[in-house]
């Protein structure tokens, strides 16, 4: 029923709320009981947060963010990523917490869009994402 509504308010005129209907059937009802709720999943989640966060040296932790280019070590002023969080206890298995960073990634998502120029460079990635080399 929600996946059904959600593909309707485009047609309304109402993409925003179809985006956030649609992120979020995707994040509870099919990621939360795949991944998220799996105990080991969510503590290894934590603890590269937790070690992120607090410059922790292990070798492997690293920020958790969706990269709207495809090099997802995009670095730079205006590089095209959004962060889901600086906080050490943050937890990316958390259903609210991460609608947050779901739904601050697909505002952004949706301003590169709509940039003149930003939008070729966001397409161009898509395309290169979809037809690896």
């Not at 937790?50 to 410059?55: D, G, P, S």
């Not at 969706?66 to 206890?89: D, I, Q, V, Y």
Request: proline share 6%; hydrophobic share 45%; charged share 20%.
């Amino acid at each position: 029923m929600v996946a059904r509504n959600a593909r309707r308010t485009p047609d309304a005129g109402n993409i925003a709320e179809g985006v956030a209907l649609l992120a979020r059937h995707e994040q509870i009802n099919i990621l939360q009981p795949a991944m998220y709720n799996d105990p080991s999943f969510a503590l290894l989640m934590r603890a590269n947060q937790f070690a992120w966060a607090l410059h922790i040296p292990t070798g492997s932790a690293r920020e958790i963010q969706l990269a709207f280019a495809n090099k997802c070590t995009a670095m730079g002023a205006n590089a095209k990523n959004e962060r889901f969080s600086n906080e050490p206890l943050a937890n990316l298995a958390d259903p609210d917490q991460r609608m947050a960073f779901v739904m601050r990634a697909a505002q952004r998502f949706d301003q590169l869009l709509r940039h003149p120029l930003q939008k070729y460079d966001v397409e161009n990635s898509l395309y290169l994402i979809a037809h690896p080399r």
